[in-house]
């Protein structure tokens, strides 16, 4: 079974940029779409972007598009998500799924990471 863990979070100011990252081990991504979901408090998970593992194809939610940017490394067998411009609503927990197939669900069964905080200061 894949295993993902997240990278830090982090506390950023209004307007700045923050790097997550995701690695993962026990088994291969290349049937599968990964990506981004998050969660504030008060609020349901939002899906925030996704990247098919094979061939790069990407979707991103409505309200990061233009902000964040995903990405994934073959090699280290890695996923990104460079935020920028990051606003006070984007603070939440932010966790890393694998689902198999071509979309990124919250009810797949696949892999999640364990969520880390990011928090945007106004």
């Known amino acids: 079974q894949v295993q993902l863990v997240e990278s830090v979070g982090g506390l950023v100011q209004a307007g700045g940029s923050l790097k997550l990252s995701c690695a993962a081990s026990g088994g291969t991504l290349s049937r599968h779409a990964v990506g981004w979901f998050r969660q504030a408090p008060g609020k349901e998970r939002e899906f925030v972007a996704q990247i098919a593992w094979i061939g790069g194809s990407k979707v991103y939610g409505d309200s990061v598009a233009g902000r964040f940017t995903i990405s994934r490394d073959y090699a280290a067998n890695m996923m990104y998500l460079q935020m920028n411009n990051l606003k006070f609503e984007d603070t939440a927990v932010y966790f890393c799924?694998?689902?198999?197939?071509?979309?990124?669900?919250?009810?797949?069964?696949?892999?999640w990471g364990q969520g880390t905080q990011v928090t945007v200061s106004s």
């Open positions: 799924a694998a689902c198999p197939g071509v979309v990124l669900s919250t009810s797949c069964n696949g892999a």
